[in-house]
């Protein structure tokens, strides 16, 4: 079993940024990658980017060169840096961990609004 917890999120007026932090623990040797995926009112959950035991890294278009994605495999936690951010950027973030099966962290609400 994996737990995730997932810190940060909040109110930022657009343009600001936050960051989002992911930490695993339990089975952490079963994970080959986390990621984050994220779901507005009325839509459905998509994915936002995600980065492989070996530091790779993918990212959604939507979030391509505002977001990045970095892990620190010392504390077991990954990041989401989340900068330029938009009204259309508001969502419910999900942390996840891809091992045999799919593990979630609780989310965390985001809101990009002025």
């Known amino acids: 079993q994996v737990q995730l917890v997932e810190l940060g999120g909040g109110l930022v007026q657009p343009g600001g940024s936050l960051r989002l932090s992911c930490a695993a623990s339990?089975?952490?040797?079963?994970?080959?990658?986390m990621g984050w995926y994220r779901q507005a009112p009325g839509k459905q959950r998509e994915l936002v980017g995600d980065?492989?035991?070996?530091?790779?890294?993918d990212y959604a278009d939507s979030v391509k060169g505002r977001f990045t994605i970095s892990r620190d495999n010392a504390n077991n936690t990954t990041y989401l840096q989340m900068n330029s951010l938009l009204p259309e950027d508001t969502a419910v973030y999900y942390c996840?961990?891809?091992?045999?099966?799919?593990?979630w962290g609780q989310g965390t609400q985001v809101t990009v609004s002025s």
């Open positions: 339990g089975s952490i040797s079963s994970i080959n990658a």
């Open positions: 980065i492989t035991r070996g530091g790779i890294t």
């Open positions: 996840y961990a891809r091992g045999w099966i799919i593990y």
